[in-house]
């Protein structure tokens, strides 16, 4: 299975920017998604994730109240909103699967992950 994520791209401080994830193959419903980051030599961080059903959400510190992660099971999508972008931000984003189901923060729980998109914040 392969996720895949979109809408990365090149924005000035303050500007907003939306990512997709799509699960082809996925029994996505069952599927908690998650969003994580990895800017040049620094460890991936996790950004944010929503439960299968949609009902939780949980979000990293560096992005509360910026990020908005929402999902729509009937047409197996899950985005993120970044509003009030930083050159802080500027990062490769990924999207991935977790069976659990649950929203959680560590990486090593996800099942399957995205090829990422570049998101680049200028200041």
């Known amino acids: 299975v392969q996720l895949q994520a979109c809408g990365g791209g090149l924005v000035q401080a303050w500007g907003s920017l939306r990512l997709s994830c799509t699960a082809p193959?996925?029994?996505?419903?069952?599927?908690?998604m998650g969003w994580f980051r990895q800017a040049p030599g620094k460890e991936r961080e996790f950004v944010g994730a929503?439960?299968?059903?949609?009902?939780?959400?949980l979000y990293g510190d560096s992005v509360k109240g910026r990020f908005t992660i929402s999902r729509d099971n009937a047409n197996y999508w899950v985005r993120l909103q970044m509003n009030s972008l930083k050159p802080e931000d500027t990062a490769v984003y990924y999207c991935?699967?977790?069976?659990?189901?649950?929203?959680?923060?560590?990486?090593?729980?996800?099942?399957?992950w995205g090829q990422g998109t570049q998101v680049t914040v200028s200041s």
């Open positions: 991935a699967a977790d069976r659990l189901g649950s929203p959680r923060k560590d990486p090593n729980e996800y099942d399957y």
């Open positions: 193959g996925l029994p996505f419903r069952i599927y908690s």
């Open positions: 929503i439960s299968r059903s949609g009902s939780r959400t």
